[in-house]
């Protein structure tokens, strides 16, 4: 069974950076799909980033040019990284990783999700 550990929320001052981890654990055969999605008081949980395959990270258009996506397959891990952080950016983050695991069946998994406060 595939599970996600997050870590590297918490409280920063606006224009500040903070960069979050999701670490996998299981008989991961590879993963496909890394996403970072949050969720804010009162709304609908949204997409942040996504790489799906390795290929171009795609990016919400409010993040644009803030935050960055990155994975180390090697270490089953994912980071967020994200620079001028803004008011409104405070929510829960959530890490999403879709794959294969050992001998061949999917798997779909979110991670516990991790508080990000910005004050201003």
């Known amino acids: 069974q595939v599970q996600l550990v997050e870590s590297g929320g918490g409280l920063v001052q606006a224009g500040g950076s903070l960069r979050l981890s999701c670490a996998a654990s299981?008989?991961?055969?590879?993963?496909?799909?890394m996403g970072w999605y949050r969720q804010a008081p009162g709304k609908q949980r949204e997409l942040v980033a996504i790489?799906?395959?390795?290929?171009?990270?795609r990016y919400s258009d409010s993040v644009k040019g803030r935050f960055a996506i990155s994975g180390d397959n090697a270490k089953n891990t994912m980071y967020l990284q994200m620079n001028s952080l803004k008011p409104e950016d405070t929510a829960v983050y959530y890490c999403?990783?879709?794959?294969?695991?050992?001998?061949?069946?999917?798997?779909?998994?979110w991670g516990q999700g991790t508080l990000v406060t910005v004050s201003s």
């Open positions: 790489m799906i395959s390795g290929g171009t990270p």
């Open positions: 999403k990783m879709n794959g294969r695991t050992w001998p061949a069946n999917n798997f779909e998994v």
């Open positions: 299981g008989s991961i055969s590879s993963i496909n799909v």
